[in-house]
């Protein structure tokens, strides 16, 4: 019986096929994985210097302004320009993520001046403190919203803060992003900013626009900065895990010492609003929250390295190289069939 080669084509699309799965496998790159974490952005307090602003704080926008602009001045401002409204650490570091923050009772004094002291320190806006809190229910509003939730994609951050609110002269204004009912009326943003994984070093910004009240439609223009510490045992999306490893001691640790630094420089506008801690008490709070923060952010995990099994690259070489081995085999037998001798 003669025997007949396979054809060319075929062999070709096989080898080709086998090829074309090893390259796939060696060179595919999928998206970063992200990372929900929970933990507490350490807020770095703001400072004005020569004309240029640094470290957390807030500007109002006029209602007929854009992102960008034009800002509202605030006559207690310390700056050069007061349309800078500097923010300091509150008795809890900064803004917590994965649990509230909420308003204490009573949440003002006689005179108005608003008691909120966790996420920072009450702060003079117009002749009356300001102060911020995250609520399970929204004082304006009074819906019910979910604790402030941070994600972090490489090197970038998105939260949900919808539950951020600020009270000011007896009165509640929402500042969350997106809104409680989850809109984003007028100039309203989404929180977003960047994150340095060796560091921890992060940066927060978000707009809100007022609904109702004294500042209708006026804008708040966030910027938060600081070192973001994750709280122990915190896990991301992916089941990656992204703790402290310092048990309580890690995020916990940092909180209960950032205590004593936020009074020794929370102020209100330039005014003073605690008493500060003696100065070797001071000395030791910082040096004990530096070392406990550095420990705690040297584990962070913020990214994944997706890696390919390479006994699978090697399996479909060398299913390749057996393919183009055959390819050649056949090459050198010639293309016709084979006649038996008469």
């Known amino acids: 019986m003669p025997m007949k080669h396979r054809s060319w084509p075929a062999v070709a699309a096989v080898a080709m096929s086998i090829f074309g799965v090893a390259a796939a496998t060696a060179g595919a790159s999928p998206a970063l ?12 307090p703001g400072g004005c210097s ?42 809890e570091g900064g803004l917590r993520f994965g649990s509230y923050q909420p308003l204490p009772s009573p949440a003002f004094d006689s005179a108005g001046n608003a008691t909120a002291h966790e996420i920072s320190a009450p702060a003079q806006y117009e002749g009356t403190g300001f102060a911020t809190s995250t609520n399970p229910v929204d004082p304006q509003t009074h819906a019910k919203v979910p604790a402030p939730s941070l994600t972090i994609h490489g090197s970038k951050v998105s939260a949900d803060v919808r539950s951020f609110s600020v009270s000011w002269n007896k009165q509640y204004f929402n500042q969350g ?4 009912d989850g809109s984003d009326p007028g100039i309203t943003r989404p929180a977003t900013g960047t994150y340095d994984a060796a560091s921890g070093a992060m940066t927060l910004n978000w707009t809100s626009e007022v609904v109702g009240g004294p500042f209708d439609k006026f804008t708040g223009s966030w910027h938060l900065v600081g070192r973001f510490v994750p709280t122990s045992g915190s896990t991301s999306s992916g089941g990656g895990h992204a703790g402290s490893g ?5 995020a916990a640790g940092v909180a209960a010492t950032a205590t004593a630094a936020a ?29 406990a923060t550095q420990a705690a952010v040297s584990t962070v995990v913020s990214k994944h390295t997706w890696r390919v099994s390479w006994w699978l690259i090697a399996l479909a070489l060398a299913l390749a190289v057996a393919g183009f081995g055959g390819l050649a085999a056949l090459g050198r037998a010639g293309p016709t069939d084979s006649v038996p001798k008469s």
């Not at 310092?246 to 890690?250: A, K, L, R, T, V």
């Open 50 to 91: 020569h004309g240029s602003v640094s470290g957390t704080y807030i500007q109002m926008i006029l209602p007929s302004g854009s992102t960008s602009g034009p800002y509202m001045s605030n006559s207690d401002s310390s700056c050069s320009n007061q349309a800078y409204t500097l923010l300091s650490p509150g008795s």
């Open 33 to 44: 994985a992200s990372n929900r974490l929970t933990g507490t952005l350490y807020l770095s």
């Open 246 to 250: 310092g048990g309580s001691s890690g």
């Open 263 to 291: 009074t020794a420089t929370a102020n209100a506008g330039g005014k003073h609003v605690s008493a500060a801690p003696t100065t070797n008490a001071r000395a030791s709070s910082q040096q004990a929250a530096a070392t």
């Open 177 to 180: 992003s997106p809104k409680p």
